[in-house]
């Protein structure tokens, strides 16, 4: 079946860096993409950043945009998300993610296939 594999979670002190990844095996042509959202507890689920891995168009929540930094190893068919200056507030749980297009790529409910998730943890 479809998996999204996400890995490089852990626990940091503000300021610090992660990099997240995700690798995808047996992921349906077309579903182009790909990308990373994060859960708080208590809070919604918020889109993060994704790509689209045929154009490389990288999208980013505001917020996020100059710490957060997505890309694609199309060799290794994976999708990592770099973030540096980690705030406490970036605490949750990250989840990898799939679909067609990236239109209105921040509503979670589009997406066809979802990672177990990895948990990132700031303190302060």
């Known amino acids: 079946q479809v998996q999204l594999v996400e890995s490089g979670g852990g626990s940091v002190q503000a300021g610090g860096s992660l990099r997240l990844s995700c690798a995808a095996s047996r992921l349906p042509g077309g579903n182009n993409c790909m990308g990373w959202f994060r859960q708080a507890p208590g809070k919604e689920r918020e889109g993060v950043a994704v790509i689209s891995r045929t154009s490389g168009t990288t999208y980013y929540t505001n917020s996020m945009k100059g710490r957060f930094t997505i890309s694609q190893d199309t060799s290794k068919n994976t999708v990592d998300l770099q973030m540096d200056n980690l705030k406490p507030e970036d605490t949750a749980m990250y989840y990898c993610?799939?679909?067609?297009?990236?239109?209105?790529?921040?509503?979670?409910?589009?997406?066809?296939?979802w990672g177990q998730g990895t948990q990132v943890t700031v303190s302060a």
């Open positions: 993610a799939a679909k067609t297009l990236c239109t209105a790529w921040y509503v979670s409910r589009y997406y066809n296939y």
